[in-house]
């Protein structure tokens, strides 16, 4: 079965420096690799997703992600931070088992954004 | 607009008593599925649907049922509530297939039971 890792619980950075989320999966084949943004009292936003191809994949909102087949990593960054970037991220791995396309998802990161 | 609505956003009830969350969807997709969400556990995947009258069950399935009659409707039913699954309530769906893959979240719904 898939999972998915998010080390870090809480991160608080100021804003206009640079941002980089980590997240770590398991799954046994090529993974379909997904961010999500999640705004206070908001639903999920999809950020980006990768599914082949290109290892650096480019997102909505300035954000990109790198896929590490060899570190079973896809992490989140941004270049600069802006206030508004404060949220909770949700790392996902997508498995198409049997019909069900499931996300497994991680438990998650809040980000801070400090003046 | 494409979205995916949920209904009610914010709901008490009590142990026991009945009760439907609502989820509608104007993109014509296949694919739904309810999660919930829990503070230190993410999403959980509850019960999901691939077409019209196919439903199966996800992760966390005990205590909620579901239906698809109609593609464009998929309600989570909680016969008989308890106090342990209060919680955040989101309904997705996805065109599905490869490239398409890939869920659209409904804005949720927070219900507690007391």
């Known amino acids: 079965a898939q999972s998915v890792t998010q080390p870090d619980i809480h991160i608080t950075v100021s804003e206009g420096a640079s941002l980089e989320l980590r997240c770590n999966y398991s799954?046994?084949?090529?993974?379909?690799l997904f961010w999500y943004v999640q705004s206070p009292g908001q639903g999920l936003q999809l950020l980006l997703k990768?599914?082949?191809?290109?290892?650096l994949v480019q997102g909505i909102k300035g954000f990109e992600a790198e896929f590490k087949r060899s570190q079973s990593s896809f992490n989140l960054r941004k270049p600069s931070v802006h206030w508004s970037d404060a949220a909770e991220y949700f790392c996902?791995?997508?498995?198409?088992?049997?019909?069900?396309?499931?996300?497994?998802f991680g438990t998650g990161t809040r980000l801070t954004i400090i003046p | 607009e494409a979205q995916v609505t949920q209904n009610p956003r914010y709901l008490i009830t009590v142990t026991g008593k009945k009760l439907t969350v609502t989820c509608s969807q104007n993109?014509?997709?296949?694919?739904m599925s309810w999660y919930r969400q829990d503070p230190g556990l993410g999403l959980r995947q509850i019960y999901y649907?691939?077409?019209?009258?196919?439903?199966d069950k996800g992760d966390v399935p005990e205590g909620y049922k579901v239906s698809r009659k109609e593609k464009r409707n998929f309600p989570l039913i909680l016969e008989s509530p308890s106090p342990n699954q209060t919680s955040l309530y989101f309904c997705?769906?996805?065109?599905?297939?490869?490239?398409?893959?890939?869920?659209?979240f409904g804005s949720g719904t927070r219900l507690t039971v007391v």
């Open positions: 649907s691939m077409n019209v009258e196919v439903t």
């Open positions: 799954y046994g084949a090529t993974p379909y």
């Open positions: 993109m014509n997709h296949e694919y």
């Open positions: 990768y599914f082949s191809g290109d290892t």
């Open positions: 996902a791995v997508g498995a198409a088992n049997f019909g069900n396309e499931k996300l497994t």
């Open positions: 997705a769906s996805s065109l599905g297939g490869g490239a398409n893959y890939g869920y659209t």
